[in-house]
Structures are given as structure tokens and as C-alpha cells.
């Protein structure tokens, strides 16, 4: 499969702004996409200017396509990976892996290798589908049984001894009339959902996709 540049920069354009405060000023800092997919995560930080970029992703299709823009990317499993790499990294990003890719008994394993493959005081950044969102508890499926809401996931990475975790909402951005029509309609469900959750002191990211973020301790 041909990479896809203009639907790169698409995808890419958004994705920066919900990484925006979390990725470091410093542009050679080590960062890895764990799970890295076709590359356009890569793609994208490398444009933005980052230089030391690193990927591994499990699927040898999916490495080919991302190769043809992002020399470097390894064909691997991305534990093991992790494990091979030890206080790597300033940051390790992983989109739509822990719930997709990993059975249950194998979440903390890769949480564990993410932990072990940062360097002191690196940044985690896991984006995972929410299953607090009412609309992706009735009609998404989980293909491993493996589902998080902001305030589970954010228990786990505690027990795995990260810091400073805290969930961020994925929501629509706006870039002319079909999306400022999503957005609105965001809203008016955000709104309905919202006092829900706040009487039961659960957490008040709604999005269908959410961002965690966390720390290893320096």
C-alpha cells in the first residue's frame, strides 16, 4: 500500500493540537510510536521538526507502508521491544494499542515495558477508545475483551508506577461547516452526559476516544 500523504497531514494537522503541552521543546529527544501503524504519526513529528523518532509495529504490511516515509520503523512485538530498549526514551506513544492489540492478560506486561523503556521522568501518552462514552458501550465491540475508562486506565498506570496521570477528551475540531456541525452536536451531548458522571464522582472526559497521560517518576 502507497503512504498516503495528504490523508497524513489530515490526520496529523489534529493530532498535534490534542498532543499539544505534551510532547518536549527539545526536538532531538528520543520518542517512540509503539504500535506505529503506516507511520503517520512519525510522519507528522517528523514535519513538526522532530528528529529522533523511533517506531515498531507487529504488522510487517503496515511496516512497509510506514518505511516508505519513515526509514527505521522495526517489524517486532512491541513488549518484547520495550524490553529490548531499556531508559530509551523521553516519550513513548501508543494509539489504538492497548485495547486492539492486547489480550487482558497481557496489558500490564506492556504498561510494565513502557515504564521500563522511558527514561527517568519520560512521558506516556496512550490513546484508547472510552467505554465510559455511552455510545461506545452499546455499539463497539472489543475484539480481547479489553476496554478502559478514563478513571480505569488512569488506576492502572498508577499501580504501575506512573505519576501525574490525567485523561484528556479527544474532541472535534473545527475546520469548517461539516465539522462545526459535529462539534455542536458534541456539545449538546457533553451537556447531557456530564451531570451523570459528576454525581458519581467519575471523571468528566466523554469522547468517544481519550487521551492518558502520565509520567515515570525521575
Given at each position: ?49 522532530f528528529m529522533n523518532l523511533h ?78 462514552n455511552p455510545l461506545v458501550r ?81
Amino acid at each position: 500500500m502507497a503512504f498516503d500523504r495528504r490523508r497524513a497531514r489530515r490526520w496529523g494537522r489534529d493530532y498535534l493540537a490534542y498532543l499539544d503541552e505534551l510532547l518536549p521543546e527539545n526536538k532531538t529527544a528520543p520518542i517512540l510510536d509503539a504500535g506505529c501503524g503506516d507511520g503517520y504519526l512519525r510522519f507528522t513529528l517528523r514535519e513538526t521538526g522532530f528528529m529522533n523518532l523511533h517506531g515498531v509495529e507487529p504488522s510487517r504490511e503496515q511496516v512497509a507502508t510506514a518505511r516508505q516515509i519513515c526509514p527505521g520503523v522495526e517489524d517486532g512485538n512491541l513488549t518484547d521491544y520495550l524490553l529490548a530498549h531499556p531508559e530509551a526514551f523521553e516519550v513513548v506513544i501508543s494509539t489504538d494499542v492497548i485495547d486492539q492489540r492486547f489480550r487482558q492478560e497481557e496489558v500490564l506486561a506492556f504498561l510494565d515495558a513502557c515504564y521500563a523503556a522511558l527514561k527517568p521522568g519520560g512521558r506516556l501518552i496512550l490513546q484508547t477508545m472510552n467505554i465510559a462514552n455511552p455510545l461506545v458501550r452499546g455499539f463497539c465491540g472489543f475484539p480481547n475483551d479489553v476496554a478502559f475508562s478514563p478513571d480505569s486506565l488512569l488506576e492502572l498506570l498508577g499501580v504501575c508506577g506512573f505519576i501525574q496521570g490525567e485523561a484528556r477528551e479527544m474532541r472535534p475540531l473545527v475546520h469548517g461547516v461539516g465539522s462545526f456541525s459535529k462539534w455542536v452536536l458534541w456539545k449538546c451531548l457533553r451537556r447531557l452526559w456530564t451531570p451523570s458522571t459528576a454525581d458519581k464522582g467519575r471523571s468528566a472526559v466523554h469522547t468517544a476516544l481519550f487521551l492518558a497521560t502520565c509520567r515515570r517518576p525521575d
